[in-house]
T-cell receptor
Framework: DTEVTQTPKHLVMGMTNKKSLKCEQHMGHRAMYWYKQKAKKPPELMFV???????INESVPSRFSPECPNSSLLNLHLHALQPEDSALYLCASSLGPAGGLAEQYFGPGTRLTVT | AQSVTQLGSHVSVSEGALVLLRCNYS??????LFWYVQYPNQGLQLLLK??????LVKGINGFEAEFKKSETSFHLTKPSAHMSDAAEYFCAVSGRGQGAQKLVFGQGTRLTINP
């Protein structure tokens, strides 16, 4: 199984809502990532979890709150977002720092629209 | 630190023609190099990667790339374009070990195939 799944596929939320994005992988990967991708731009790294611990936070606003409940799951909690946060949110996973190989496997993304 | 430059934000070729997408990188350490493809409204799919060893790497869908250290390049080629190759292509670089967690993408090249 080389698949990273993300739910929901689409999400529309108001600026006062609280919602969560979910990501799951069953490849035994120990590193998981959140990226934000705006239209016609490359993905921008937001967070990295390594062995279920937050290892990289790319100075992301606190209205985005990541959580890694276990080695297979990654959540992104959203609260008080702004319209400019509308984007495609991609989850990825990789073997992890000790795994040697660095390729990341991406999920299909969640298309988020903030109204 | 690493960076990637993709020459040409848009490349257009005829069906059956050679595809050449250019990527130059900058890295202070021996890099890992990747090409990813993204179809509309989808996540990123790994086409191929260079880590160590053979400098000519073959990927999926008939694509290949050659790592040229002296030219700091990792250009992507395919001998004969197919309509299904139309997509956005991203070149990416990372460091090794802990540095492998941070994937730096180029700005992307949109490939259009003309019938």
């Amino acid at each position: 199984d080389t698949e990273v799944t993300q739910t929901p596929k689409h999400l529309v939320m108001g600026m006062t809502n609280k919602k969560s994005l979910k990501c799951e992988q069953h490849m035994g990967h120990r590193a998981m990532y959140w990226y934000k991708q705006k239209a016609k731009k490359p993905p921008e790294l937001m967070f990295v979890y390594s062995y279920e611990k937050l290892s990289i936070n790319e100075s992301v606003p606190s209205r985005f709150s990541p959580e890694c409940p276990n080695s297979s799951l990654l959540n992104l909690h959203l609260h008080a977002l702004q319209p400019e946060d509308s984007a495609l949110y991609l989850c990825a996973s990789s073997l992890g720092p000790a795994g040697g190989l660095a390729e990341q496997y991406f999920g299909p993304g969640t298309r988020l629209t903030v109204t | 630190a690493q960076s990637v430059t993709q020459l040409g934000s848009h490349v257009s070729v005829s069906e059956g023609a050679l595809v050449l997408l250019r990527c130059n990188y900058s890295s202070s350490v021996p890099p890992y190099l990747f090409w990813y493809v993204q179809y509309p409204n989808q996540g990123l799919q790994l086409l191929l990667k260079y880590t160590t060893g053979a400098t000519l790497v073959k990927g999926i869908n008939g694509f290949e790339a050659e790592f040229k250290k002296s030219e700091t390049s990792f250009h992507l080629t395919k001998p004969s374009a197919h309509m299904s190759d139309a997509a956005e292509y991203f070149c990416a670089v990372s460091g090794r070990g802990q540095g492998a967690q941070k994937l730096v993408f180029g700005q992307g090249t949109r490939l259009t195939i003309n019938p």
